[in-house]
């Protein structure tokens, strides 16, 4: 018996570079039994998984990324810091403002909390 499943989904208008336009995405969370996961439509950065696994409160939680559509790379809001050496062709990719990787993870946060604390 691997207990109950238990999911929730959202969608969010995120802020385009530039900030004059917005594009939505729908995020998704759910938990087998005592695991949480959280499925990303984009190449996350290693800075928000561990975000996002250290807010969890599941003692395990998997950080699925590239799932569903694509939005391409999501860089945390320091690789903006290193746009001219270690990681150019992430950020230049990135078609979301700086910060949109943190705002994701809390976003991400808020349902792995939601359904944790709906399990029976």
């Known amino acids: 018996d691997i207990g109950y499943v238990k999911m929730l989904n959202k969608t969010l208008s ?3 570079k530039g ?5 939505d995405m729908q995020i998704f969370a759910f938990s087998i039994g ?3 996961f959280i499925c ?4 996350m950065f290693n800075a928000n998984g561990m975000q996002i696994k250290e807010a969890s ?10 799932a569903n559509e694509s939005h391409s790379y ?7 810091a290193y746009e001219n050496s270690s990681t150019p062709y992430e950020v230049n990719a990135c078609k979301y403002e700086p910060g949109t990787g943190e705002k994701l993870a809390q976003e991400y946060g ?7 604390r709906s399990r029976k």
Do not use: H, Q, R, W
């Open 110 to 116: 808020k349902l792995l909390d939601k359904i944790y």
């Open 19 to 23: 900030g004059n336009a917005k594009k």
């Open 57 to 66: 409160k599941f003692d395990t939680t998997f950080v699925v990324t590239c």
């Open 14 to 16: 995120l802020t385009m």
């Open 74 to 80: 999501i860089p945390s809001a320091n690789a903006y």
């Open 34 to 36: 005592d695991i949480g």
């Open 40 to 43: 990303a439509p984009y190449e």
